[in-house]
């Protein structure tokens, strides 16, 4: 049925491989988004929620003299609200289109689902693109990793007494040619989706109805006979922890040549950066995932050096043949975190840290 959807994965297998006529949905937009398949989600009550956060320690315990005193101690407390904002998803099938495809063998249930497909697909890619940007992609959805990284940079650091300070500069400035790295600690404290009224995604039932298709206009009014249906769920991100995120600025992972074969970039991903990054973090709060587009982890396999030793004829490099690393698929001076490559991060402008 195709009100049965309750997964968010990239692509939905079609049951239409043997039915005559027809070949399923082909797939032609290669992306993907594997946000919402690694990073936790939790459902709320309602559609927000208020976390407590502890600031500050008290400061003033001591020891003390018999029958003398201390200052009384407490806690810095503060409090902030994270919100779920509603996404909606329409669809209309044109009757038409149900009776086409009955001729050639397709169940009307088989077409609703190349349609609730489609939605799926288009709710993971954009919500992935919303878990980094945030107001940047959408001002109506929910906060993403760039808003938190604001927030975390105007916080005080306990340890230190400065301002938080997660993320490096890599150095890049080329317009248009630079994206981000970034590292989160995710769980309940950390950073992870919010599903408002204790529900995930809703795929609601398809009703037969007339609509105004889109070449209606107020000299010519045309109506239409459709099915319709939508796919609706309350969605936010939380990271009550000022410390769960880090990123690393202003790669530049568009060859400018190569060495040896080897292509070179500007300002790449290299394990010196995660490394560095990775000495920013408490100790208590290291960072569990990196994500990356697959330019900046191809930069990053490009910049390690690899040494081999060989020992007899038949293991010879072929003449002119430069060996290369493999490609990344965790951080070995990050504690062994994996590297996830997604679609969702996006080239842009040199990014300024505040």
């Not at 459902?43 to 500050?56: D, V």
């Not at 105007?154 to 994206?179: L, M």
């Not at 790295?181 to 995930?200: C, D, E, R």
């Not at 530049?252 to 490394?275: F, Q």
Request: with cysteine; hydrophobic share 35%.
């Amino acid at each position: 049925m195709a009100n049965e959807f309750a997964t968010l994965k990239d692509i939905t297998a079609l049951n239409g491989l043997t039915m005559p006529g027809t070949v399923g949905l082909v797939d032609n937009i290669i992306n993907v988004a594997p946000e919402l398949d690694r990073v936790l989600g939790r459902p709320i009550p309602g559609i927000s929620y208020e976390a407590t956060i502890l600031t500050a320690l008290g400061n003033n315990g001591a020891f003390r003299r018999v029958n003398s005193g201390v200052a009384l101690s407490a806690p810095s407390i503060d409090s902030k609200r994270f919100n779920c904002f509603p996404w909606d998803c329409q669809f209309s099938v044109d009757e038409a289109l149900l009776i086409k495809g009955r001729s050639q063998g397709e169940t009307p249930a088989e077409i609703f689902t190349t349609f609730a497909t489609s939605g799926v697909r288009q709710k993971a890619l954009y919500l992935g693109r919303q878990f980094y940007q945030g107001s940047l992609n959408d001002p109506l959805g929910p906060p993403g990793l760039q808003d938190f990284l604001f927030t975390q940079r105007t916080q005080v650091d306990s340890r230190t007494g400065q301002k938080i300070n997660q993320a490096y500069d890599a150095g890049g400035v080329t317009p248009g040619q630079c994206e981000i790295i970034w590292f989160i600690k995710q769980g309940p404290q950390g950073v992870h989706w919010l599903f408002g009224n204790n529900t995930g995604i809703i795929m609601n039932p398809w009703m037969r109805q007339y609509v105004t298709p889109s070449d209606s206009t107020g000299a010519s009014p045309k109506r239409q006979l459709a099915w319709n249906s939508n796919l609706f769920g309350y969605i936010g991100t939380s990271m009550a922890q000022y410390h769960a995120v880090g990123a690393i600025v202003n790669i530049n992972a568009v060859s400018n040549g190569t060495t040896n074969g080897i292509p070179t970039y500007p300002n790449p991903l290299t394990d010196g950066l995660t490394g560095s990054l990775w000495g920013l973090w408490p100790i208590t709060m290291k960072p569990d995932l990196c994500f990356a587009s697959q330019r900046a982890i191809v930069s990053l396999q490009m910049s390690r050096s690899v040494t081999n030793f060989v020992n007899s004829d038949n293991r010879k490099w072929t003449g002119q043949a430069a060996p290369i690393a493999d490609f990344p698929t965790h951080l070995p001076l990050c504690g062994g975190i994996p590297i996830i490559p997604t679609d969702s991060i996006i080239q842009g402008n040199q990014y300024i840290l505040n």
